[in-house]
């Protein structure tokens, strides 16, 4: 007989959404992780970012009515928002472990490492499990150059009590690029290395470029084809210097160049279970080649977005698979990505590049939607989508820029995953007037009539 029914090593949304479930099923089911509960989105992630994101967001939209009817939009007192993100955070960490409790599920605050296909070394005692699922997510990658030590990881950054003066981000993708626009939105100068020719390389060049050209008229510089070769320190800060001879001074250095999956001494390797910083190898079932064993969330080597709600669909679906509810294959819904800079760029299904790629299969239909509904769009002009309609006259995917880009790339997703036709969206009815329904109007005349 085992300990328990399942075990999880870590405490992250992999993890918690699938106990929760088992647990319900009548599972015996233990949670290890020696760090904060609630892993790196709860505490180090999205939550802290977002929390510090929030009054940008408003800043920017009164921003818009200066000149018009507000006379000063306000400044943002950065050392509040931190302490007040560092109390609201403060409860996430106490409510995990609460929530855990009061379903009767074990949380052991240690490192767990695997002895064997059943046993778990936790700290300094053994437990066993009929079932295992590895939660145990990714850190900050960690530029190997001289004077690496000066270098700053997000989770840092998300605890600065002071904005600096001058950031200076090795790495131009979506941490980076979400601190800076705050960093900006504060009068602050960014300074960007990066060693691809652009920005966000995953996301529509167009919406890219114009986010760029934004960024750039508020302070930043951005060094594209750049390899960062070393960081010194200086008498009022930190010099980064690149393979080109470029050298840039500033007074805080991010590293924002990836994250690496945790798998070292996890007990992997003496188990025949393959690994690399880009994660630990699973089949179609999230299985690792020990079938008792699973991987769910950032720690899985997957192409499948690294993001909170993909983690908590493998926590489900491994779950289930537990429970015997299904033997399928995973198969992933269409995953709506967003990054959250001043403004949003969001995307989901097929990009914009795949579907340039096949106009036989794809028609790419641009909107200016700002300039169009300036009347509902709260001044925000530039507000930019593309819709990608398929053969059958369904939406395939969809590009937005604008500060609601986040609320609407929801909706697409579902007009997308349930194959919503022009039809579906016309018997139902939408409030007016919103910024939803504009476009809903719009997606009736771009999508298929039939029923
Ligand atoms: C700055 C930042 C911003 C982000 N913003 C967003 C966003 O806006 N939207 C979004 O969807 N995603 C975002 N993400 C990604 C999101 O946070 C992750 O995809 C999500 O947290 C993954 O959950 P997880 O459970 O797989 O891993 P994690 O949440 O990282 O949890 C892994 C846990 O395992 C623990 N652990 C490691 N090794 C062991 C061990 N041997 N034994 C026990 N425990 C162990 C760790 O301590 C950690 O707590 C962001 C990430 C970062 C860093």
Not at 156 to 165: A, K, V
Not at 223 to 232: D, L
Request: hydrophobic share 40%; proline share 4%.
């Amino acid at each position: 007989m085992f300990d328990f029914d399942v075990a999880y090593l870590g405490s992250g949304h992999s993890c918690w959404h699938g106990a929760l479930t088992l647990k319900a099923a009548g599972k015996k089911v233990v949670l290890m992780d020696h760090d904060l509960p609630g892993g790196t989105c709860t505490n180090y992630g999205c939550d802290a970012k977002i929390l510090l994101d929030g009054p940008f967001e408003f800043l920017e939209g009164l921003q818009r009515y200066e000149n018009v009817c507000v006379d000063h939009a306000g400044t943002i007192d950065w050392k509040k928002l931190m302490a007040y993100k560092k109390q609201q955070l403060g409860q996430f960490s106490e409510a995990i472990p609460a929530l855990l409790k009061r379903f009767g599920i074990d949380f052991i605050r240690e490192r767990g490492k695997l002895i064997d296909a059943h046993t778990i070394q936790v700290g300094d005692k053994t437990i066993t499990a009929e079932n295992i699922v590895l939660g145990v997510g990714q850190r900050n990658a960690r530029l190997n150059v001289p004077g690496q030590e000066y270098l700053h990881g997000s989770r840092e950054f998300l605890d600065i009590e002071e904005m600096p003066e001058h950031l200076i981000c090795i790495g131009a993708g979506i941490i980076s690029m979400e601190f800076a626009s705050m960093a900006l939105t504060l009068g602050k100068k960014v300074t960007f290395f990066e060693f691809m020719p652009r920005a966000l390389t995953a996301y529509p060049e167009k919406y890219v470029s114009k986010l760029v050209a934004k960024m750039s008229a508020q302070g930043a510089d951005f060094h594209f084809n750049e390899a960062v070769c070393g960081v010194e320190k200086t008498e009022n800060g930190y010099k980064v210097m690149a393979k080109s001879g470029l050298c840039v001074e500033g007074d805080y250095v991010l590293d924002a160049t990836g994250r690496v999956v945790n798998y070292e001494d996890l007990g992997l390797e003496e188990l025949g279970i393959p690994a690399s910083r880009r994660g630990i190898e699973v089949d179609d079932h999230l299985r690792t080649c020990v079938q008792n064993i699973y991987v769910s969330g950032d720690a899985i080597d997957k192409k499948i977005p690294r993001l909170t709600p993909t983690a908590e669909f493998e926590s489900n679906y491994i779950a289930s698979q537990i429970l015997g509810v299904s033997d399928a294959p995973i198969c992933y819904p269409a995953v709506p990505n967003l990054v959250f800079t001043l403004p949003r760029i969001a995307q989901v299904g097929v990009t914009v590049d795949e579907a340039e790629k096949c106009p036989d299969v794809y028609r790419v239909v641009s909107v200016p939607y700002g300039s169009k509904n300036e009347w509902i769009d709260n001044r925000e002009l530039d507000i930019d989508m593309t819709f990608i309609i398929d053969k059958d006259g369904h939406l395939a995917g969809a590009a937005i820029y604008g500060s609601e880009a986040g609320t609407w790339i929801d909706f697409l997703t579902l007009v997308i995953n349930q194959k919503l036709t022009g039809a579906n969206l016309r018997n139902m009815i939408f409030a007016f007037p919103t910024q939803t329904y504009m476009i809903v109007s719009t997606l009736c005349t771009l999508l298929s009539p039939a029923n």
